[in-house]
């Protein structure tokens, strides 16, 4: 650790951020008027409005580098009435835009657009992020400090937006209503930050001047948006969304005959005060959902399935943002509604109030309750966390989970472990106001029936960000009766292929990393990038467990291509016995494999894009050779056919055997415009013995008020298109504002 640390604090003096924050609010600064009369949405620009409100045209570089101007001029201005906060962007660009699709919450990446982050509390933590493409498909998002690996674009809202094409340029019009975001009435000081993406020339572009090796919405780099006089109360706001569902069930594989079912539900947002929102839900239903993305798995542990449930979605950062999201986390919403299979629960309903109590504190309070499946009993689920924003841009957390069961099904046989489970803990996460220096230090307990020790988990780490160098370092101790109901911990079960059991073993874990970054001057590679990382695990009594080394170098092209090439070192003391095939389990014993791997992606900008990947090397004591690719054909902006497919080959020597793995997934999707849209989605996986049809039309007949219909299958992939089940639902949800 030492060492690292030394290498850490060296760098931080030889690579300096090119971009001071301590001043960038006075630096970037727009300034917002009152409206005289509302703005007609239409992508015109003709309100008088926009004849004198203020202008920011002076965008800079964000990607692929960081220096300079843009290749085509930008101008943004704002303004406002009692309702909507309203932007006006106009992009100069005389080539044709290029749009990868028309779908709703597509994000801001691949396409034409431009995008608004909004920090109303101003506290460089929390915010929004709005964005549109130049044909008019939103997308819209919360931001958070955890949110370093991308959006997902979950959040949704009302707002309106219109785009025009022009000879020499493109018009986006936006107006968001004050009452979609929350917010304490009086400040008139937002943080504010204004981007463009101009995927001709593949540069994505910001008003203010933020580093590349910061994601473009990070929120310690908004400007000043400053108002007339304090922006105005955004007044009550109360939604409901009543949905119907009608469906027919088969279920082939248990013999179970053809089943007809109706259901009805609501769902409803209640504003109960500027900056704090009620959100419930009665009976619902996620039929909507599009299926799990399918993979191969070859590891020893458990997938991380992310989750897709709208309501879990939102603010879902106040409580899933604990641990290591993916890999251990006391949070995990799919463990609500869903059995250990993936199987769904119903749902009776449920409460969440969250929010800001202050300018600095979020606050969040939920409580779901589900009901009786079979064997599986009713349970109920609460949560509560709160985060204080404290110094520039840290933040000290506090949580308590509860599982209850109601074990009224066969409860003798029931496991007495299954009787509840509680989690508590807090974190302290710093970020410095450059973001440059970030460290965090959390310590969790969870509760279990008769368990005293063992069940605490504890976690500390520093990363280091600059444009050319970057380095974490993160330990973790993670206890074998921690237990975790309502969350995720990939390690903490190993399966045993000798004796058909799970058994729970505790670890402690070392991650480092540490990446050098090159930025040519020339006009075929936007960077190269060279990596180390280094993940080590230990057993509770402290003996050796694994070991992985991976070295890679990443070269980024100007052109959205880029090819990226590791090697990858693995030693592992092996706890238990392990199957890849059909044969004897691998046995208990030390492993010491190599592999390489190269993937080389194409112009995604084409209307014809791929990505090839291949791996070769030693497996255990056997070797395996992977080769993954996608296939992306398109007729924009309507037509989209993705290919993702997976071929594994394992080979060991005998009695262990060999083993042929395949995934194929074709998605096609047709967008007929903004409104609606037809996506199918196959998957075929032989490891998982499952041959998947999804298919989904979804007409938006009002803003945030939806038609679905939706056709799901399942068949067996041996033997060969044996039936497994298959089900149509139609969904109808309407958005009421009162």
Excluded at 240 to 254: A, C, D, R, V, Y
Excluded at 621 to 638: E, K, M, W
Excluded at 671 to 686: A, I, M
């Amino acid at each position: 650790m030492v060492p690292i640390l030394l290498l850490l604090v060296w760098y931080s003096n030889i690579y300096a951020q090119t971009v001071s924050v301590e001043n960038f609010q006075t630096e970037y600064q727009v300034h917002i008027a009152q409206t005289a009369r509302p703005v007609k949405v239409d992508g015109v620009l003709d309100d008088s409005t926009w004849a004198f409100a203020e202008k920011k045209s002076d965008f800079f570089m964000k990607y692929p580098s960081d220096i300079g101007r843009p290749a085509n001029k930008t101008v943004v201005q704002v303004s406002y009435d009692d309702k909507y906060l309203y932007v006006a962007f106009t992009c100069f660009d005389s080539g044709k835009s290029i749009i990868q699709s028309l779908k709703r919450d597509i994000g801001h990446l691949d396409n034409d657009g431009v995008g608004i982050i909004l920090d109303p509390q101003n506290s460089h933590t929390n915010g929004f992020f709005f964005a549109v493409n130049a044909m008019n498909a939103q997308s819209e998002d919360q931001i958070s400090l955890g949110q370093q690996d991308g959006l997902t674009w979950s959040w949704n809202n009302k707002w309106f937006s219109a785009t025009k094409k022009y000879n020499d340029r493109w018009i986006a019009e936006i107006a968001i209503p004050f009452k979609s975001l929350r917010y304490p009435a009086g400040n008139n000081l937002w943080g504010i930050n204004f981007i463009r993406v101009d995927m001709s020339h593949n540069q994505y572009s910001g008003w203010t001047h933020v580093p590349t090796n910061f994601r473009i919405y990070n929120m310690g780099y908004t400007g000043a948006l400053i108002w007339d006089k304090p922006a105005p109360d955004a007044g009550k706001n109360m939604v409901m969304i009543p949905f119907i569902t009608s469906n027919i069930q088969g279920n082939k594989e248990n013999n179970g005959p053809a089943k007809a079912a109706f259901s009805a539900g609501l769902d409803s947002k209640i504003a109960l005060s500027s900056s704090l929102n009620l959100d419930l839900t009665l009976n619902p239903d996620f039929s909507q959902v599009e299926v799990d993305q399918q993979v191969t798995n070859l590891t020893r542990f458990d997938i991380f399935l992310p989750e897709k449930r709208s309501f879990f979605l939102e603010n879902s950062d106040i409580f899933g943002e604990y641990g290591i999201p993916g890999l251990m986390t006391p949070f995990y919403s799919r463990r609500i509604g869903l059995d250990k299979d993936n199987n769904p629960i119903p749902i009776i309903g449920g409460a969440r109030l969250s929010g800001n109590l202050n300018a600095t504190t979020r606050f969040g309070l939920m409580n779901m309750q589900t009901g009786a499946k079979g064997n599986y009993s009713p349970e109920n689920y609460s949560a509560i966390s709160i985060n204080k924003n404290i110094l520039a841009r840290s933040v000290v957390k506090v949580y308590f989970l509860n599982r209850e069961n109601f074990q009224t099904v066969n409860q003798k046989k029931q496991d007495p472990l299954n009787a509840f489970g509680r989690n508590a803990g807090t974190s302290f996460e710093y970020l410095s106001r450059d973001g440059k220096w970030s460290g965090w230090y959390s310590f969790h307990h969870s509760f279990k029936p008769g368990i005293s020790t063992q069940n605490n988990y504890q976690e500390t780490g520093l990363s280091f960000n600059t444009r050319k160098f970057t380095a974490t370092v993160d330990l973790a101790n993670l206890g074998t009766n921690y237990y975790t109901d309502m969350g995720y911990v990939q390690r903490i079960n190993n399966y045993d292929a000798l004796r058909d059991t799970t058994i729970r073993v505790g670890f402690k874990h070392l991650y480092t990393n540490a990446a050098y970054m090159i930025y040519p001057t020339g006009d075929i590679v936007a960077r190269h990038t060279f990596k180390a990382e280094t993940y080590s695990v230990v057993n509770p009594n402290n003996s050796f467990n694994e070991t992985d080394l991976t070295l890679s170098y990443m070269a980024e092209f100007n052109s959205t291509s880029g090819i990226k090439s590791e090697v990858l070192h693995n030693d592992l003391d092996l706890l238990y016995a392990v199957s890849f095939t059909d044969a004897k389990p691998l046995p208990v014993t030390n492993y010491k494999y190599t592999q390489a791997a190269v993937t080389y992606t194409s112009d995604t900008r084409k209307l014809f894009s791929y990505g090839l990947t291949y791996l070769g090397g030693q497996f255990y004591n056997g070797n395996i050779h992977s080769l993954i690719g996608t296939i992306t054909l398109r007729s924009r902006p309507h037509f989209n056919l993705i290919v993702q497919a997976e071929y594994d080959k394992l080979s060991f020597p005998d009695p262990y055997g060999s083993s042929e793995l395949l995934l194929v997934s074709p998605k096609v999707e047709y967008n007929f415009n903004t409104k609606v849209s037809w996506t199918t989605f196959l998957q075929y996986n032989t490891q998982a013995n499952n041959f998947n049809i999804n298919s989904r039309f979804q007409y938006r007949f009002k803003p945030m008020s939806d038609l679905y219909l939706v056709y799901t299958d399942n068949y067996f992939t041996t033997p060969f298109m044996l039936n497994k089940n298959r089900a149509i639902v139609l969904k109808v949800n309407y958005w009421l504002n009162l």
